[in-house]
């Protein structure tokens, strides 16, 4: 079954249910939308002409289009390629160029620095998703649904690129499918009632969540804002029912320090959906504390989307009250199709409590790479993933990560995952965020560096934080320097760009 017969369904199972909403105006509805992407879908391939199996850019912030724009894409038998529009012209014309994309569609905003950027796209149509043509294009006729297999690329997803140029992920209709039935079975149930609040970027993790709401009917809420405006979320709260939205550590942080500025403002939160980056102990406590049972937890990567291991937000819950901080600082179970395996460096299975390399086999692993067999190769073995994340199986099967392979700080001959030393330092009141990375050191090897951003108001010394790493692990794992700064350098899905902090260190030192 592929994506775009799936919506078929839902159009026939709820023609009348609300699909798609802009803020607080009105709704289209399944049948409504349908004929919007049918429309949609013709004019991609009969006037931009593009064939099957053809890839088509997004590259807008959150808007309606882009939801409509993905939905004909498949209708179309096209393959989406969502980019972040944050990015340089430069780094999207090389996504297009990579990708071979015959059209991309912007916003007005982007149109003439992406024009100028690609003009050696011969084969690129750019296309405004806020000029006439589009809404034209509204009024064109129907389109067949085109007969898409469930091995036909769905979304061709770019890495962030931290190791290098971005590579493109290849995910099937096929996987998709089988990301949105594990939601279903290891996340949290979705009905027609059910709202998905897109405030993180339909780029990422939040556009591929709106695939198990459309399969059950559900609304997709697109705020005004195109983003994550903390009061105008908590007044879509006020206004609908069993709202949920895909979240990362970073927007749960904002969204705790006003809730606890305004307790009980929020009659129609159902969950906040957590992933994309760490989320550490004493900030899930705190969500749990301020929003009660409503913080589920779900471990990914693009390569294998949304879908390794997660703890729903009733088992989240249980292990705040009871004060479980084993199961917290967990990723949770291991997904209901999906087998994880730990490795060392020769690829042998470790020992349960031994940490290694993670390793996923199941059907949401990635096809490959997009036109890098040797990348493939390196990442992919006979069908398992290389996740290249280091972590632990402990023997209950809970999913400890420790952090990513190329993170880890080899000081003195000894690993250090930076990821322990930042829970130790984040369980000091005054400290609001952490992030530890290693440098070069003549003695050691590695030298551990901690930047810290202190609660507005609230200050620690240095002192104070090393008795801190004291009293929960071991002392050679204590920072050797400690920075203050006044925020993190993140990129748009809330990941902490460690190479930057160890680049602003090289500039200090």
């Given at each position: 079954?592929n ?10 199972l ?41 890839r ?16 004909a ?29 015959r ?98 970027p ?44 895909f ?23 159902r ?28 471990y990914?990567?693009g ?8 703890l ?9 009250a ?6 917290l ?5 291991a ?8 490795v ?28 890098n ?12 993933l ?29 690993n ?51 008795a801190m ?9 204590r920072p ?24 602003r ?5």
């Amino acid at each position: 079954m592929n994506l775009s017969h799936l919506f078929q369904r839902s159009v026939q199972l709820y023609p009348e249910r609300p699909a798609l909403a802009h803020g607080t105006r009105a709704s289209w509805t399944y049948a409504q939308l349908d004929a919007r992407i049918q429309s949609l879908a013709y004019w991609l391939r009969h006037t931009l002409q593009l064939n099957a199996g053809d890839r088509v850019m997004l590259a807008m912030k959150n808007c309606p289009q882009y939801m409509e724009l993905m939905l004909a894409s498949w209708h179309a038998g096209l393959c989406v390629v969502p980019v972040n529009s944050k990015l340089h012209p430069n780094e999207l014309v090389y996504m297009a160029q990579d990708s071979g994309s015959r059209a991309c569609f912007i916003q007005t905003g982007l149109f003439a620095a992406l024009q100028q950027a690609g003009a050696g796209v011969d084969t690129l149509q750019l296309v405004d998703v806020d000029s006439d043509a589009y809404r034209q294009a509204l009024e064109d006729p129907a389109f067949a649904v085109a007969g898409n297999s469930d091995a036909d690329l769905a979304w061709l997803f770019y890495t962030s690129g931290t190791t290098g140029r971005p590579k493109g992920v290849m995910l099937s209709h096929g996987n998709l499918v089988s990301m949105a039935m594990h939601f279903y079975s290891d996340v949290q149930p979705v009905g027609s009632e059910d709202v998905l609040a897109h405030v993180a970027p339909m780029s990422h993790g939040s556009g591929l969540y709106s695939i198990p709401y459309f399969i059950k009917g559900a609304m997709q809420l697109v705020p005004e804002s195109g983003g994550l405006d903390v009061p105008e979320l908590f007044g879509l709260f006020a206004k609908c029912r069993n709202v949920s939205l895909f979240a990362s550590p970073t927007i749960v942080q904002r969204l705790v320090q006003h809730g606890k500025q305004n307790p009980g403002a929020w009659p129609g939160l159902r969950a906040m959906l957590v992933g994309g980056a760490p989320f550490y102990i004493e900030d899930i406590k705190a969500a749990v504390q301020c929003f009660g049972p409503r913080i589920a937890q779900m471990y990914g990567q693009g390569e294998s989307p949304m879908t390794i291991s997660a703890l729903p937000a009733e088992r989240l819950a249980r292990a705040v009250a009871e004060d479980d901080n084993a199961t917290l600082a967990s990723v949770g179970f291991a997904q209901t199709a999906i087998r994880i395996s730990i490795v060392d460096g020769d690829g042998k299975p470790v020992a349960a409590g031994t940490p290694g390399e993670v390793i996923v086999r199941g059907p949401t692993v990635m096809a490959g790479y997009w036109n890098n067999l040797e990348a493939t190769r390196q990442t992919v073995l006979d069908g398992a993933l290389r996740t290249g994340d280091i972590g632990l199986l402990d023997e209950h099967g809970l999913l400890h990560l420790k952090d990513r392979s190329k993170d880890v700080i080899i000081s003195g001959g000894t690993n250090i995952y930076p990821r322990e030393v930042e829970e130790a330092l984040l369980t000091h009141p005054a400290v609001q965020e952490v992030s530890v990375v290693g440098i070069p050191d003549p003695e050691w090897g590695e030298a551990v560096v901690a930047f810290v951003v202190c609660d507005p108001g609230m200050a620690v010394t240095e002192a104070d934080l090393d008795a801190m790493c004291i009293q929960t692990i071991a002392r050679f794992k204590r920072p050797k320097r400690y920075v203050f700064a006044t925020e993190l350098p993140k990129n748009s899905t809330g990941k902490v760009l460690k190479r930057d902090l160890q680049q602003r260190l090289g500039t200090v030192q």
